[in-house]
């Protein structure tokens, strides 16, 4: 079935190939976890423990502070050493609850749900499920799910839309678990057709992870759990195909109206991972204590997708794969396109860090800013259909107020324009501070 795609992209090198045939293995459990109190888009948790208290696996470090607020548990068993501001991935730095591991191995703390159990949960039992459990987007974005499962009544939605399109470059921890765990990412997915309400759904996976797709079509016509109208759609790779507006065009042929959401075009769009954090919740009765990640770049020794505690170190995760090649020239939580450079070793996984790349200096190469040529390449690939250029003059003349007029605030900060960019103009550098700028005038 041709559809219409979203407006620009590109086309980076995937360099997944290093992890992509690589099993999930679980991470060894850490000898202490850094769990920051802040790990979602929203309020920061408060926390709910002092220095000195004892935890178990699954304990509430930290309650959720507002609506758009999502808690946080402890991820291994052990006590509590300080709470204190600590080197966050995303923030720079953040209160975090410091925890000593205590070496008791706690596999089964958590207590599955029978099926009858399960099946006789309302949609709002199931959304405290979601609520409690701190379940966060895993894409990349942490925005509560079950904020995103509660939309308005005066906002409809028909059709549920789960993203398994990956397309930044070298992560592959989404391809992995539809490989590995389809049934479960799909009883996720009803339980969330439930939660919302729905009948149609969708499954959305690149062209390039056909393993996946296989998994996935397997699963939907094997699973035994009532999943209506769920479709499995096939799009072509192209990046930021993943990006939730640009995934809804590719899709549903739906526009979200510029400052909008996916709930104003009658839908939900959700992480396969997330999906799979739900089934766990709600199944296993499991918080969100631990994801996968996919640990790779040109500087690691065995590149692999690991099932890591959250709040472990990146430095403890070096060792756990037989160290680097050589000093890598830029560390990435995320991917290249759109993940965040890290100024330390001592920074933990948090809910939303999807992979952590340690890039060689040939990956890595900065190239020099030179003058633009006015191809108009970064307007031809920009999804959001904004003028990056132009914005980014704005910006460095200090004209914030016009930049929003021409859509500054629209950029989803995908990298498309700089990885076009034939000038090396660090234009999203650019946007971001003049976006900035415009938070801090409100």
Same mark, same amino acid.
């Given at each position: 079935? %041709?559809?219409?795609?979203?407006?620009?992209?590109?086309?980076?090198?995937?360099?997944?190939?290093?992890?992509?045939?690589?099993?999930? +293995? !679980?991470?060894?459990?850490?000898?202490?976890?850094?769990?920051?109190?802040?790990?979602?888009?929203?309020?920061?948790?408060?926390?709910?423990?002092?220095?000195?208290?004892?935890?178990?696996?699954?304990?509430?470090?930290?309650?959720?502070?507002?609506?758009?607020?999502?808690?946080?548990?402890?991820?291994?068993?052990?006590?509590?050493? !300080?709470?204190?501001?600590?080197?966050?991935?995303?923030?720079? +730095?953040?209160?975090?609850?410091?925890?000593?591991?205590?070496?008791?191995? =706690?596999?089964?703390?958590?207590?599955?749900?029978?099926?009858?159990?399960?099946?006789?949960?309302?949609?709002? #039992?199931?959304?405290?499920?979601?609520?409690?459990?701190?379940?966060?987007?895993?894409?990349?974005?942490?925005?509560?799910?079950?904020? !995103?499962?509660?939309?308005?009544? %005066?906002?409809?939605?028909?059709?549920?839309?789960?993203?398994?399109?990956?397309?930044? &470059?070298?992560?592959? /921890?989404?391809?992995?678990?539809?490989?590995?765990?389809?049934?479960?990412?799909?009883?996720?997915?009803?339980? $969330?057709?439930?939660?919302?309400?729905?009948?149609?759904?969708?499954?959305?996976?690149?062209?390039?992870?056909?393993?996946?797709?296989?998994?996935?079509?397997?699963?939907?016509?094997?699973?035994?759990?009532?999943?209506?109208?769920? !479709?499995?759609?096939?799009?072509?790779?192209?990046?930021?195909?993943?990006? =939730?507006?640009?995934? $809804?065009?590719?899709?549903?042929?739906?526009?979200?109206?510029?400052?909008?959401?996916?709930?104003?075009?009658?839908?939900?769009?959700?992480?396969?991972?997330?999906?799979?954090?739900?089934?766990? #919740?709600?199944?296993?009765?499991?918080?969100?204590?631990?994801?996968?990640?996919?640990?790779?770049?040109?500087?690691?020794?065995?590149?692999?997708?690991?099932?890591?505690?959250?709040?472990?170190?990146?430095?403890?995760? $070096?060792?756990?794969?037989?160290?680097?090649?050589? &000093?890598?020239?830029?560390?990435?939580? *995320?991917?290249?396109?759109?993940?965040?450079?890290?100024?330390?070793?001592?920074? &933990?996984?948090?809910?939303?860090?999807? *992979?952590?790349?340690?890039?060689?200096?040939?990956?890595?190469?900065?190239?020099?800013?030179?003058?633009?040529?006015? /191809?108009?390449? /970064?307007?031809?690939?920009?999804?959001?259909?904004?003028? &990056?250029?132009? @914005?980014?003059?704005?910006?460095?003349?200090? +004209?914030?107020? =016009?930049?929003?007029?021409?859509?500054?605030?629209?950029?989803?900060?995908?990298?498309?324009?700089?990885?076009?960019?034939?000038?090396?103009?660090?234009?999203?550098?650019? @946007?971001?501070?003049?976006?900035?700028?415009?938070?801090?005038?409100?």
């Amino acid at each position: 079935m %041709s559809r219409k795609t979203f407006y620009g992209g590109v086309h980076p090198p995937g360099n997944k190939h290093r992890t992509s045939s690589v099993p999930i +293995r !679980k991470a060894a459990l850490p000898k202490k976890v850094v769990i920051p109190l802040a790990q979602h888009t929203g309020s920061p948790c408060e926390a709910a423990v002092a220095v000195n208290d004892e935890v178990k696996t699954g304990s509430v470090l930290g309650k959720a502070s507002g609506f758009i607020s999502s808690p946080v548990h402890a991820s291994i068993s052990g006590k509590v050493k !300080k709470i204190t501001h600590m080197p966050h991935p995303v923030f720079s +730095r953040a209160l975090a609850v410091v925890i000593e591991n205590d070496g008791v191995r =706690e596999e089964e703390v958590f207590i599955p749900r029978r099926n009858d159990e399960i099946e006789s949960l309302s949609k709002e #039992a199931l959304l405290e499920i979601v609520k409690n459990s701190g379940i966060v987007g895993l894409g990349g974005a942490a925005f509560p799910t079950h904020v !995103k499962l509660s939309p308005p009544e %005066s906002k409809p939605v028909d059709t549920f839309l789960l993203n398994g399109a990956e397309c930044e &470059p070298y992560l592959t /921890c989404d391809e992995r678990l539809m490989i590995e765990r389809a049934d479960d990412i799909l009883k996720g997915l009803a339980i $969330i057709c439930k939660i919302l309400g729905v009948n149609d759904a969708c499954i959305a996976i690149e062209n390039n992870k056909p393993l996946a797709i296989e998994a996935i079509r397997k699963a939907l016509l094997s699973t035994k759990y009532e999943i209506l109208s769920a !479709k499995l759609v096939v799009l072509p790779t192209k990046y930021p195909q993943g990006a =939730e507006k640009q995934l $809804i065009r590719s899709v549903l042929n739906r526009v979200v109206p510029e400052g909008g959401l996916p709930m104003d075009v009658g839908c939900v769009v959700n992480n396969v991972g997330t999906a799979l954090a739900v089934y766990e #919740a709600v199944y296993k009765g499991k918080a969100l204590i631990e994801r996968c990640v996919t640990v790779s770049g040109g500087c690691v020794k065995e590149p692999a997708n690991l099932q890591v505690r959250i709040g472990t170190l990146v430095s403890s995760l $070096i060792e756990e794969l037989g160290g680097l090649n050589e &000093p890598p020239a830029k560390v990435i939580f *995320g991917g290249p396109m759109m993940g965040i450079a890290q100024y330390t070793m001592d920074v &933990p996984v948090v809910k939303g860090t999807s *992979g952590i790349l340690f890039l060689s200096k040939a990956e890595a190469a900065d190239a020099a800013e030179s003058v633009c040529i006015r /191809c108009s390449r /970064c307007v031809q690939v920009c999804p959001a259909g904004i003028m &990056p250029t132009t @914005i980014a003059n704005l910006v460095k003349r200090t +004209r914030f107020t =016009e930049a929003k007029e021409f859509g500054i605030t629209q950029c989803i900060e995908c990298g498309a324009c700089v990885y076009e960019c034939p000038a090396k103009i660090p234009l999203l550098d650019y @946007i971001k501070f003049g976006k900035s700028k415009l938070i801090v005038k409100k």
